[in-house]
């Protein structure tokens, strides 16, 4: 009877945070290759964007290589260029964090590039 419990433990513990990690990483993009960048405007301000060589999201209703960089702090703005702009020169891997969807474009949070 205690086997029984504990399995019914294990089976609700399973179903209840099961959807919770998965919704997690639906906003996470990993061992992405970046083969372009461009800026947006040009102003002080302006984000810019980058395509990756897979389409991994569907903003915009169909799927999108297309990514979009903001930032309020002008350094903020100015490592996640470089860092874009590092992986695409050493053909390094990036990883991101998505905050939703402008247009075509995903809005990324934060930028991180592998080998």
Known sequence: MKL???????????LTFT??????E???KN???????????????AGFDFF????????GGKLSN???????????AERKFQLILTALNNQNKV??????CEG???LVDYIGISR
Not at 31 to 45: F, G, M, T
Not at 66 to 76: G, I, L, M
Not at 95 to 100: E, V, Y
């Open 52 to 59: 990756t060589s897979k389409k991994t999201h569907k903003c």
């Open 95 to 100: 990883s991101l964090k998505s905050l939703g």
């Open 19 to 24: 959807p919770m990690v998965n919704g997690a």
């Open 104 to 106: 075509r474009a995903l």
């Open 66 to 76: 297309r990514y979009r960089s903001y930032s309020d702090h002008k350094e903020v």
């Open 31 to 45: 061992n992405l290759l970046v083969i372009s960048v461009y800026q947006i405007e040009d102003d002080v301000k």
């Open 4 to 14: 029984l419990i504990q399995f019914g433990f294990f089976i609700f513990t399973a």
């Open 26 to 28: 639906s906003n996470e």
